[in-house]
T-cell receptor, first 110, second 114 residues
Framework: SQQGEEDPQALSIQEGENATMNCSYK?????LQWYRQNSGRGLVHLIL?????REKHSGRLRVTLDTSKKSSSLLITASRAADTASYFC??????????FGQGTTLQVKP | NAGVTQTPKFRVLKTGQSMTLLCAQD?????MYWYRQDPGMGLRLIHY???????AKGEVPDGYNVSRLKKQNFLLGLESAAPSQTSVYFC?????????????FGNGTRLTVT
């Protein structure tokens, strides 16, 4: 399956702590994307990292990609209660379609 | 600029009934997609369109039909609803393919089939 597998399935941390979520996949990719979903809402795009990139930053978000290990991680630094959401990785292969993982549910306690 | 708008937001159907879910985008995107989201399953692609007048099957197309008569609209039809189609349905659009472009999602339609 091309689907990304995310780890952990659920994560609970205190406000101010860092949160790390991981995504592993089995096929070769063109890019890997991370999305956030707040409860009852649609997904919102966070970061796209191409297969020839190793790291990208956006504000408090840092994404790494290791194509040799077929894995990616999303780090949220100095977490806030508003970061409470589900986070999904999505794999883009040569088909051009995005295949989503099952997501990590993050709870940030104030 | 409303982005991607889905109607209705909620719907309850009885087994065998039909309905159409409407998706509209105002970003002039070529690509549009229908996904379903089920607990523990992530998002699964039902059908997609690479431009006006075109449609293609995704991972789980059975029991659904789609049409893209206008560039801004993508309709998802259920001809004879089944309890297995109880899910949250998301429409998305993108400027280009997933090779280059992020997806923009609507807020979903929660469908229950009894």
């Amino acid at each position: 399956s091309q689907q990304g597998e995310e780890d952990p399935q659920a994560l609970s941390i205190q406000e101010g702590e860092n949160a790390t979520m991981n995504c592993s996949y089995k096929t070769s990719i063109n890019n890997l994307q991370w999305y956030r979903q707040n409860s009852g809402r649609g997904l919102v795009h966070l970061i796209l990292i191409r297969s020839n990139e190793r790291e990208k930053h956006s504000g408090r978000l840092r994404v790494t990609l290791d194509t040799s290990k077929k894995s990616s991680s999303l780090l949220i630094t100095a977490s806030r209660a508003a970061d409470t959401a589900s986070y999904f990785c999505a794999i883009s292969s040569n088909t051009g379609k995005l295949i989503f993982g099952q997501g990590t549910t993050l709870q940030v306690k104030p | 600029n409303a982005g991607v708008t889905q109607t209705p937001k909620f719907r309850v159907l009885k087994t065998g009934q039909s309905m159409t879910l409407l998706c509209a985008q105002d970003m002039n995107h070529e690509y549009m997609y229908w996904y379903r989201q089920d607990p523990g399953m992530g998002l699964r692609l039902i059908h997609y369109s690479v431009g006006e007048g075109t449609t293609a099957k995704g991972e789980v197309p059975d029991g659904y039909n789609v049409s893209r008569l206008k560039k801004q609209n993508f309709l998802l039809g259920l001809e004879s609803a089944a309890p297995s189609q109880t899910s949250v349905y998301f429409c998305a659009s993108s400027y280009g393919t997933g090779l280059f472009s992020p997806l923009h999602f609507g807020n979903g339609t929660r469908l229950t089939v009894t």
